[in-house]
């Protein structure tokens, strides 16, 4: 079974909206910790936020939040007002303690329209 | 303030011939994780390391790819032999320690293109 879900391959959206990207995962364990990156065209990868297994609030980082709905299984991002600049592949990610690595969608590529 | 760097970004072999990628770590971490990145798809863990250990690497193919992290010097992705189907981008992440809540810090990566 495929650790992380993104089903969205390609989303538009109109500058200065909101726009959602969906992540569902699976894991088994009870502590996990849930990210978001972006890709730009340049090919970096940039951290945007994070989510505990544990914490009780939704994370938020500027315009970036993370939508956690623990029984569901799903973290999606939301990105309000968007910018051209968000044009991006963006990419969910788990971790698991017990393992060693981080586990990636396959993304979730963004295109911001003026 | 130097993040983590790889080099080359963009290499280019012929089938048959040698990659060297090499990855040096933030400063202060000391724990060095390889992904890589196929056209079109997300990122695959490979190998994780710490300093002159290799600590988990179930995502290596078992022929031609080996790693290390030396106790001096970058840490090195080898891959011998290459085929056409290594043509991908592959990252180096970095953290301070095992990364169980805190992010992975990623290099730009490194583009292997295999003619």
């Known amino acids: 079974a495929q650790k992380i879900t993104q089903t969205q391959p390609g989303m538009f959206v109109q500058e200065k909206e909101a726009v959602t990207l969906d992540c569902t995962y699976d894991?088994?364990?009870?502590?996990?910790?849930l990210f978001w990156y972006k890709q730009p065209s340049s090919g970096e990868m940039i951290f945007l936020i994070y989510?505990?297994?544990?914490?009780?609030q939704n994370a938020t980082e500027g315009r970036y939040s993370l939508n956690f709905q623990k029984a569901r299984k799903s973290a999606n991002l939301v990105i309000s007002a968007s910018q051209l600049g968000d044009s991006a592949m963006y990419f969910c990610?788990?971790?698991?303690?017990?393992?060693?690595?981080?586990?990636f969608g396959t993304g979730t590529s963004l295109t911001v329209i003026p | 303030n130097a993040g983590v760097m790889q080099n080359p970004r963009h290499l280019v072999r012929r089938r048959g011939q040698e990659a060297r990628l090499r990855c040096s770590p933030m400063?202060?971490?000391?724990?060095v994780y390889w992904y890589r990145q196929l056209p079109e798809e997300g990122l695959k863990f490979m190998v994780y390391?710490?300093?002159?250990?290799?600590?988990?690497e179930s995502g290596m193919p078992k022929e031609r790819f080996s790693a290390e992290f030396p106790k001096e010097g970058p840490s090195i992705l080898r891959i011998q032999q290459v085929v056409r189907g290594d043509s991908a981008a592959y990252f180096c992440?970095?953290?301070?320690?095992?990364?169980?809540?805190?992010?992975?810090?990623f290099g730009e990566g490194s583009r292997l293109t295999v003619l």
């Open positions: 400063k202060g971490h000391s724990h």
């Open positions: 992440a970095s953290s301070p320690g095992q990364a169980s809540t805190g992010e992975l810090f």
């Open positions: 390391l710490q300093k002159e250990n290799i600590i988990d």
């Open positions: 894991t088994s364990d009870p502590s996990y910790g």
């Open positions: 989510q505990g297994s544990y914490d009780q």
């Open positions: 990610a788990m971790r698991e303690p017990t393992g060693n690595q981080f586990y």
